[in-house]
């Protein structure tokens, strides 16, 4: 006799009760503190009054995101927010795997222990200290580079006063602060890759240059691709931590971004509605933008998320 669905399925759950248990902590968390918040998304389609609840405040259907489509800000801060990501992309995303090629090349294991400690020690400093070094090396009044400069007879340069410099400075330090920890997984991916492959190579007479552009490379093109997804996915979030902490009025024009007026409008303003529509829309985009990257990959290579 056939066993039934339930029958299945109760030997399944028996034969693999360890590996449920585990799983356990992981699906609450996430059906905790992701799913179940969700439910806020409702807020965007009204005009909330925290008294009235989800369920008590007037609909308004997409009037918040016409709103915000049709405000002064919008065209400024789609700018803003997609140049500082762009170009984080262009700076930040390449570094990471030139460190870790060149980091892999080091034979001297206990230097390369060190300046691999040192070079994503940054990533464990909060938003907060790494402004404040900001501040300390550029400020107008006693930063170290405008003493320098004045030492030499130049002219003091208002660096994070200036809209000039604000990419620079924030793309720069976002790159100093995170390429030491990213290169982590393009190191654990050559040290993946087979040691044959780099034997073939030298036998065939292949220099050390040689080797990581035929070998290297094109072992961690997998891992490359999917880190590249990933970050293309996010390509409309811009913490606004650091946009905070680091803007003045006078550089608002091009350091203003999407999250930072989610905060400023739907936090600080109380406009909770018009916050979780701006939001919402954030979230769609990056999605959309999700989808169709790991699309291209998908056709052009043999490598995606799915």
Not at 107 to 123: A, E, G, I, T
């Amino acid at each position: 006799m056939k066993n039934t669905f339930g029958q299945r399925l109760w030997i399944n759950v028996k034969r693999d009760k360890v590996l449920l248990i585990i799983m356990v902590p992981v699906v609450a968390y996430f059906l905790i503190f992701a799913y179940w918040p969700m439910v806020g998304i409702v807020i965007a389609f009204q005009n909330f009054k925290p008294g009235n609840g989800f369920f008590g405040s007037q609909w308004v259907g997409m009037t918040n995101l016409r709103n915000f489509f049709s405000s002064y800000f919008f065209w400024r801060l789609l700018r803003n927010t997609l140049l500082l990501s762009v170009y984080g992309l262009i700076w930040g995303f390449p570094i990471p795997i030139l460190f870790a090629l060149a980091l892999n090349e080091i034979k001297n294991k206990y230097f390369k222990r060190v300046v691999q400690s040192v070079s994503y020690l940054p990533y464990f400093i909060s938003t907060v200290v790494v402004v404040g070094i900001l501040y300390n090396m550029f400020s107008a009044q006693s930063g170290v580079v405008n003493g320098i400069i004045t030492r030499f007879g130049g002219q003091t340069i208002n660096f994070l006063g200036m809209q000039e410099y604000f990419r620079s400075l924030y793309i720069g330090s976002g790159v100093w602060q995170y390429f030491g920890y990213i290169s982590i997984i393009y190191l654990a991916a050559l040290a993946g890759l087979d040691m044959q492959l780099y034997e073939a190579a030298k036998i065939d007479g292949a220099s050390r240059f040689k080797q990581i552009i035929h070998v290297a490379i094109p072992g961690i093109t997998p891992t490359i691709i999917i880190l590249l997804i990933l970050s293309a996915g996010q390509i409309m979030n811009v913490g606004f931590e650091k946009i905070v902490l680091m803007s003045v009025p006078s550089t608002y024009e091009v350091s203003d971004v999407i999250q930072s007026y989610v905060y400023r409008v739907g936090i600080r303003g109380s406009q909770f509605s018009i916050g979780a529509a701006v939001g919402l829309f954030n979230s769609v985009a990056n999605f959309i933008v999700l989808i169709a990257v790991n699309w291209i990959s998908r056709r052009t290579s043999e490598t995606s998320l799915w």
